[in-house]
Each structure stands twice: as structure tokens, then as C-alpha cells.
């Protein structure tokens, strides 16, 4: 059976964030490669870098926040299953559905204060206080990015319990679909 045109659309969502949190990965690896390159300069030839504390602090932002999003639908968010771990799937279900509203008005507030955030910085030519002082906006964007892709994965999660609830879509095999 062909998935309607909607669910596929929100499948592509969530298979965007997957190649996201890869290329998070990638962003750690580089995090990794740069403070070995800070450690290795500063112990064996007393010449610390000036830039890689900086650089590594704005390199993990990214990972946090467009990593977020795919760490909703692969479990990796912090929850508590010893309540309900008894109930049937349907109240396991409606309950899922009320904290994922909850949590995506959260999430919303979220987007729309990083939002003024970011714009703040654009428009004011926020830069660091560090050695680089670089401008801050493109690194603030991030949470904007990352909080408008956890609030799709949260409005995903909505949607589909809503379909299963109301008999559109199977009830998932898994705890986190």
C-alpha cells in the first residue's frame, strides 16, 4: 500500500534530519581532529592555538541543534517509561500526544525567541568578544534551524499519533515511531 502524499512528505522531513545528525557526526569528528591539533600544539611546542576554543564551542552548537531534531524520532531524548511502561498502547499513545504538544509549544517559544535572537545579532553586528570576533548571527541561526526542525519532528509525532488514534495509520511496531 502506497503511503498518502503527506506522509511521504513528512518521511522526506525525517530523512532530511537523518542526513543532518550524519553531518553532525562529521562536525564532531572535525571537533575531535582540531582540539587533538590545540592539545598537540600547546603541550609538545608550547604554542597554543588562539582560535581552536572558539571555533570547537561554535562547532558544537551545530551539532547539538541539528542533531536534535533526528534524536526525537530515534529515542535519544530523555523520557520516563516506568509509569507507563503497564498502560496499554492506546493510553501510551494519548499520553505521547500530550506531552509532544506540550513540548512542541515549548519548542515554538523556543524558535521564536531564537529567532529575535539571531535577527538581534544580524542587525546589530553582534561579533564575539574573542579573538576571532566573528559575527555571531550565523551561529545563532542555528538555533533557529535546529528549533524549527525539533518543532517539525515534534508536529510529525502529533500527526501521526492523531492518525493512529483515529484509525488512519496502524498502531507503530516500535516505541519511538
Given amino acids: 500500500?502506497?503511503?498518502?502524499?503527506?506522509?511521504?512528505?513528512?518521511?522526506?522531513?525525517?530523512?532530511?534530519?537523518?542526513?543532518?545528525?550524519?553531518?553532525?557526526?562529521?562536525?564532531?569528528?572535525?571537533?575531535?581532529?582540531?582540539?587533538?591539533?590545540?592539545?598537540?600544539?600547546?603541550?609538545?611546542?608550547n604554542a597554543p592555538t588562539t582560535w581552536s576554543f572558539e571555533v570547537n564551542?561554535?562547532?558544537?552548537?551545530?551539532?547539538?541543534?541539528?542533531?536534535?531534531?533526528?534524536?526525537?524520532?530515534?529515542?535519544?531524548?530523555?523520557?520516563?517509561?516506568?509509569?507507563?511502561?503497564?498502560?496499554?498502547?492506546?493510553?501510551?499513545?494519548?499520553?505521547?500526544?500530550?506531552?509532544?504538544?506540550?513540548a512542541a509549544f515549548y519548542v515554538l517559544i523556543f524558535l521564536v525567541e531564537s529567532i529575535a535572537f539571531t535577527w538581534d545579532a544580524f542587525v546589530h553586528g553582534v561579533k564575539s568578544t574573542e579573538y576571532l570576533a566573528w559575527p555571531l548571527w550565523p551561529i545563532?541561526?542555528?538555533?533557529?534551524?535546529?528549533?524549527?526542525?525539533?518543532?517539525?519532528e515534534y508536529l510529525i509525532r502529533i500527526i501521526k499519533a492523531v492518525a493512529v488514534l483515529t484509525g488512519r495509520l496502524p498502531y507503530p511496531q516500535s516505541e519511538n515511531g
Fill in 57 to 102: 564551542r561554535y562547532m558544537l552548537i551545530m551539532v547539538v541543534f541539528i542533531g536534535g531534531a533526528w534524536t526525537l524520532p530515534a529515542g535519544g531524548h530523555v523520557s520516563v517509561d516506568i509509569a507507563v511502561e503497564r498502560v496499554s498502547k492506546k493510553k501510551r499513545l494519548i499520553l505521547d500526544l500530550v506531552t509532544s504538544l506540550m
Fill in 140 to 152: 545563532r541561526s542555528f538555533l533557529v534551524i535546529g528549533g524549527f526542525l525539533l518543532f517539525l
Fill in 1 to 45: 500500500m502506497e503511503k498518502p502524499p503527506f506522509i511521504q512528505l513528512l518521511d522526506k522531513i525525517c530523512a532530511l534530519d537523518e542526513k543532518l545528525a550524519e553531518f553532525a557526526g562529521w562536525i564532531v569528528v572535525v571537533m575531535m581532529l582540531t582540539i587533538t591539533y590545540d592539545v598537540a600544539m600547546r603541550y609538545i611546542f
